[in-house]
C-alpha cells in the first residue's frame, strides 16, 4: 500500500510479487535501519496491504534486481 502523500511522490518504489525475489529480500534484508547514501529501504507487506515490517539492506546484501530498478 503506497501512501500518495507529497513527500512520498519524491520517493522512487518498487513492488516485488515475483516469489523468487521476495525469498531473497527476505534472506538478504537486516531488521536495523543502516541509512547511508547507498541504503534501500524495504518494507514487507501480508495479502491484506497491513505492514508486518520494515528493514534494510547493507550494500553488499543489495539484491541485483533491486539495483537495476533504482539505477539511474
Request: proline share 1%.
Amino acid at each position: 500500500m503506497i501512501d500518495e502523500n507529497a513527500a512520498d511522490k519524491k520517493v522512487k518504489r518498487l513492488e516485488i510479487r515475483d516469489k523468487g525475489q521476495n525469498e531473497t529480500c527476505l534472506r538478504e534484508h537486516r531488521s536495523e535501519w543502516l541509512l547511508t547514501n547507498n541504503s534501500y529501504i524495504i518494507g514487507f507487506y501480508g495479502k491484506d496491504n497491513e505492514n508486518f515490517g520494515y528493514g534494510s539492506f547493507a550494500e553488499n546484501n543489495v539484491p541485483d534486481f533491486v539495483k537495476v530498478h533504482f539505477k539511474d
